[in-house]
């Protein structure tokens, strides 16, 4: 079923339940309005004296008897008497009204119980019945039933015209409101077709298609901008992986030759191309990284920073005996919100830039308190022309080219505290006079 579909069964559904409505509160008012003369005259009539010799209005159509316990009507007269009458006329007590068919005409009936000895004029005076009995109060209605079955029919037509009229008002309501929403969808239809993301739709008015239509642009620049992102990074990766593979095969072409070469010459070409391929498992493992987005899987918990920290500082200090590099660390309890695999990550990439960066026998320290990681090195320091670079994908200074690595852990760092809503920035440590990279993280909201 389409949405235009539903839409005019709605409309439709719509209408068709408030002609149903109205029609059924006119006939009921109307009724009630017809039958509700008819039964005040008949209480009206019930209240008067009690006539056992019965009264006849031929011109209203309308009479009185008296119903005998043993079902005998005084005067005799061709009004069935069935159950309930007798029931009544039995001492059964309370009054009714009812409609019933007499002889093919409508009648409606009062049936009003009398108690044992009631008193009722009759054509010698007054007289005493001894048993119960009742008084039978009729009044014709075929003409109220007749013109109430015209009605009927009339209510039925008025519905059925009703129905079909909210029928075409749907169609063309439905096809004037579907309009502008088939109009998005040809344009979107057209955008998947083409497959530009560089297009958007008209933004129209401030209602809900108008908002339909700025939602989507904000997707298609979302959509475009993570294609831009990530041709990028093919090209930067391509670029990157072309030098250390052109070198390897440099390398593997000589090595072709090695019985032509000296011991030490063979050994030293091994020995470069195990560190360029060790470049390339970096590479591609960084590459992976950046590949995850900005989302990583698992949920976002409550972490020890101190513990991630001591941990990182540990595998560091590893790496920094080997430049006779001491690492300081003023680590204080804290927790933030973040997974422990990124944060490792994240820290473990500032201690391997701050170790990296800086020269035989420096210094590096580490601080941690209150959700805040700072890393700090006596190293060479970034540029003022550098800063605005530091974060980007596969950017290296001038003088930091001639080192190993891709370009990439900075870029993965700010991409783990971007994941975390966090805050990265770099400047300059006044104390040790080299980089100091300042990491700070959401802290969870303790409940006193």
């Not at 009054?95 to 009648?107: A, F, H, P």
């Not at 502008?180 to 083409?194: G, S």
């Not at 019985?259 to 063979?266: G, K, T, V």
């Amino acid at each position: 079923m389409t949405f235009r579909s539903r839409v005019i069964a709605a409309t439709v559904a719509a209408a068709a339940l408030a002609v149903v409505l109205a029609c059924l509160a006119s006939f009921v008012s109307t009724r009630s309005a017809l039958m509700h003369s008819v039964d005040e005259s008949l209480l009206q009539a019930s209240h008067g004296p009690i006539n056992a010799d019965g009264a006849d209005d031929t011109h209203y159509g309308s009479f009185t008897e008296l119903v005998l316990a043993n079902g005998q009507t005084i005067p005799t007269s061709g009004v069935p008497i069935d159950d309930t009458i007798r029931s009544y006329a039995k001492g059964k007590s309370g009054q009714v009204l009812r409609t019933v068919d007499i002889g093919n005409q409508w009648y409606r009936e009062l049936i009003v119980p009398l108690p044992a000895k009631s008193l009722v004029s009759c054509s010698s005076g007054i007289c005493e019945i001894k048993s119960t009995s009742a008084q039978l109060y009729v009044v014709n209605v075929t003409g109220q039933v007749s013109e109430l079955r015209k009605l009927v029919r009339t209510l039925l037509l008025v519905a059925a015209g009703g129905l079909l009229l909210a029928l075409a008002l749907g169609v063309m309501l439905a096809r004037a409101a579907l309009h502008p929403l088939e109009e998005v969808t040809d344009e979107i239809e057209t955008i998947t077709e083409t497959s530009d993301m560089r297009r958007r739709l008209e933004e129209g008015d401030a209602d809900e298609l108008g908002r339909l239509r700025r939602v989507f642009n904000r997707l298609l620049s979302s959509v475009e901008s993570s294609q831009n992102l990530q041709r990028q990074l093919v090209l930067d990766a391509s670029h990157e992986l072309r030098t250390p593979l052109t070198s390897l095969r440099t390398n593997a072409q000589v090595l072709s030759r090695a019985n032509e070469l000296d011991p030490d010459d063979l050994r030293q070409l091994t020995n470069d191309m195990v560190t360029q391929v060790d470049e390339l498992a970096a590479l591609v493992t960084d590459l992976g990284e950046l590949a995850r987005g900005e989302r990583s899987e698992g949920p976002i918990v409550d972490l020890r920073l101190d513990e991630c920290v001591d941990e990182c500082v540990d595998t560091a200090r590893t790496y920094a005996r080997i430049k006779d590099i001491s690492i300081d660390a003023t680590v204080e309890p804290s927790t933030v919100l973040g997974r422990r695999d990124r944060l490792i990550r994240a820290v473990s990439n500032l201690l391997t830039n701050a170790v990296k960066f800086t020269p035989v026998g420096g210094q590096i320290h580490v601080a941690s308190h209150d959700g805040t990681i700072t890393v700090s090195d006596s190293g060479p320091g970034i540029s003022d022309e550098d800063l605005p670079y530091v974060f980007n994908r596969f950017w290296r200074s001038a003088s930091s080219r001639s080192l190993p690595g891709s370009g990439l852990g900075l870029s993965i760092v700010a991409q783990v505290v971007a994941e975390f809503q966090g805050t990265v920035s770099v400047d300059r440590d006044p104390v040790l006079g080299g980089a100091r990279f300042t990491v700070t993280l959401p802290t969870p909201a303790f409940e006193e």
